[in-house]
């Protein structure tokens, strides 16, 4: 399967920005999906997670409140709605299926890590 990421740009602080994550290949719809961001010289942070049928979400702490995930199985896309976006969101943004939407930490299945997009911040 191959996961491509889009919409992102460079905004200003307390803008919102809508990700999407389009899946080819093989339908996504029965996987749990997860959005996952990373800051130049930092680990990869998880974000976000979706169950398969889009009734359970998971955020970190340190987006809670502000970012939504969503999907649309017909379209074999996840979203990710980003509202009051602060600078330390500044990071390329990727997508990937869950090996399980209760794996703890969040991880996600070989091969199924899609193409970033990136997010700037400015203050």
């Known amino acids: 399967v191959q996961l491509q990421a889009s919409g992102g740009g460079l905004v200003q602080a307390g803008d919102s920005l809508r990700l999407s994550c389009a899946a080819s290949?093989?339908?996504?719809?029965?996987?749990?999906m997860a959005w996952f961001r990373q800051a130049p010289g930092k680990e990869r942070e998880f974000v976000a997670k979706?169950?398969?049928?889009?009734?359970?979400?998971d955020y970190s702490d340190s987006v809670k409140g502000r970012f939504t995930i969503s999907r649309d199985n017909a379209k074999d896309t996840v979203y990710l709605q980003m509202n009051d976006l602060k600078r330390e969101d500044t990071a390329v943004y990727h997508c990937?299926?869950?090996?399980?939407?209760?794996?703890?930490?969040?991880?996600?299945?070989?091969?199924?890590w899609g193409q970033g997009t990136q997010v700037t911040v400015s203050s």
């Open positions: 990937g299926i869950l090996v399980s939407y209760y794996s703890d930490p969040p991880s996600t299945m070989e091969d199924s």
């Open positions: 979706i169950n398969w049928g889009g009734s359970r979400t």
């Open positions: 290949g093989r339908t996504i719809s029965t996987y749990a």
